[in-house]
């Protein structure tokens, strides 16, 4: 078989049947120490028996949750209470600049940057460093373990400081704020709002050396909820969303790597060109002063102003075009390189974000197996001494024996709580993953609409300027006469320098 084949039967079997293609790999791995991954080591019948045996492992793995079909419930827990921003809506939140502080003598190590902040409709305006985003998502993060808190910008291992650098961290901080308003949960915490609002700098400190105090939620009746009830439910709708929405989520990030590297490419062809027509429009410059020298040495009547007001139209449609050009590396560093690799790094902290769930689901599986099989053998050899139940239940069991069911649910009662607990959690975390992906990806299909409504918008405008700018110079070529009787209005143009 070929590889192709292969790797067409593994789509097949794996990735359109629902299953994770990562734990599949990680599967893989251990069945061979050296290449799991590596299909050319897999003879075809032995694939399919290792697809065959992970198959049927997943499966019962499933059925043991399958016992549970359509398990919902709701609890009780604690009841949010609404902000400012929470209760109003079209909240937009924009930096709007940065500004550096320099604090020590002979290093970068004491300094730092502000980040001016500014929230409309209510014109709180706040300035905030880059640590202070690192505290107000691990405080989120911390209150609600079942809600996704996007990300913010990394910290490099080296500090940077330029401009270039800042203006990019910038605007993906200012993603991460506003990303924030599209949960109905984290645009009422309180620590988000006073992080918008709170101008006085001590004030702010103290609420932070305050927040210290805040325990990570664990319990479900801790967790934070609009309407004071949380739902916990599971079932095989929802689990196989989750792993295709797994298996998609892996997807998007490698396309979003393949559409980064690709916008990289762009920026780099289009700095080409643009450095290429600033070359062109210096020629046209050179051309022009062989032409000044020409004019300088003869007579009046002999002069070619016409052909000297040609060059110099020329330099400036190369210039301009060059600049046209330039302005593009920016559209693209903005609304395609930067824009996905913020997106990127979304979806790989959503991913990770699952993980929660995972290991919930696979606490309470081991758990539940393992006290199926000893409520088992307990039931099948009459360990009555062992079922840890009163004189009265017992005697009551015994009337039942034949019930087994019943009997395997009376019997270990404060281990059978525990387990509950744990499906609980479980639940809890299956179905907040659903609605927090099921969430994200709405909110996000709206937010690539957006984005690329206004970039279509910018480059309609652009067109517009350029047609213009066009059209100038064609009435100029068009106007010879009247450039050179009015001492040549149109000027040598310079390639515009590059920013710092």
Not at 103 to 121: A, C, H, M, W
Not at 368 to 376: A, I, S, T, V
Not at 418 to 426: A, H, I, P
Not at 467 to 490: E, F, P, R, Y
Request: aromatic share 12%.
């Amino acid at each position: 078989m070929s590889l192709e084949d292969k790797q067409q039967f593994l789509v097949d079997e794996i990735i359109n049947k629902g299953y994770d293609s990562e734990d599949f790999t990680k599967y893989m791995d251990r069945k061979k120490e050296n290449g799991g991954q590596d299909l050319d080591v897999w003879q075809m019948e032995e694939l399919k028996q290792a697809v065959l045996d992970y198959q049927k492992m997943k499966n019962a793995m499933m059925q043991i949750v399958d016992d549970d079909i359509g398990f919902k419930k709701k609890i009780d827990c604690q009841k949010l209470i609404g902000t400012e921003i929470g209760n109003t809506n079209n909240v937009q939140i924009s930096i709007e600049n940065f500004d550096k502080k320099d604090t020590g003598f002979f290093s970068l190590s004491k300094s730092y940057v502000n980040y001016r902040i500014v929230t409309q409709p209510f014109q709180w305006a706040v300035t905030r460093r880059y640590s202070d985003f690192e505290w107000l998502r691990e405080i989120l993060t911390k209150q609600y373990p079942g809600v996704f808190v996007p990300p913010i910008a990394n910290k490099t291992p080296t500090r940077q400081f330029s401009d270039a650098y800042l203006e990019k961290r910038m605007k993906f901080l200012e993603k991460f704020l506003n990303h924030l308003l599209n949960s109905t949960v984290l645009k009422n915490d309180k620590y988000f709002c006073e992080f918008l609002r709170m101008q006085d700098e001590k004030e702010f400190k103290s609420l932070q050396t305050a927040s210290e105090k805040v325990q990570k939620t664990t319990k479900l009746d801790k967790v934070l909820s609009e309407t004071g009830q949380i739902e916990v439910a599971f079932n095989p709708q929802t689990d196989n969303y989750i792993r295709a929405a797994g298996n998609l989520m892996t997807s998007l990030n490698l396309d979003f790597d393949v559409i980064m590297k690709q916008s990289k490419k762009m920026l780099q062809d289009f700095e080409i060109v643009s450095a290429t027509m600033f070359q062109m429009g210096e020629s046209f410059e050179l051309l022009t002063n062989h032409i000044n020298q020409f004019n300088s040495a003869v007579q009046e009547p002999e002069k070619i102003l016409k052909f000297e007001a040609v060059t110099i139209t020329l330099n400036n449609m190369m210039m301009i075009w060059g600049r046209n050009f330039q302005n593009y590396q920016n559209y693209i560093q903005d609304n395609f390189r930067n824009f996905f690799k913020y997106h990127d790094k979304e979806i790989a902290q959503l991913k990770e974000h699952l993980l929660l769930r995972q290991q919930s689901q696979a606490e309470y599986l081991k758990y539940k197996e393992r006290l199926d099989l000893k409520k088992e053998k307990f039931y099948q050899l009459k360990e009555f001494n062992k079922w840890e139940v009163s004189k009265e239940v017992l005697d009551e069991l015994k009337l039942n024996i034949d019930n087994k069911k019943f009997c395997l649910s009376v019997m270990l009662p404060k281990e059978t709580s525990l387990q509950n607990d744990l499906r609980d959690t479980y639940a809890y975390y299956n179905l907040s993953a659903y609605n927090e992906i099921k969430r994200v990806f709405d909110q996000n299909i709206d937010i690539y609409a957006k984005h690329f409504i206004k970039f279509a918008d910018s480059q309609a405008n652009n067109l517009t300027k350029m047609h213009v700018t066009w059209a100038d110079i064609q009435g100029n070529l068009q106007g010879l006469d009247l450039i050179t009787q009015h001492d040549q209005k149109v000027q040598i143009m310079q390639q515009p320098k590059a920013k710092v």
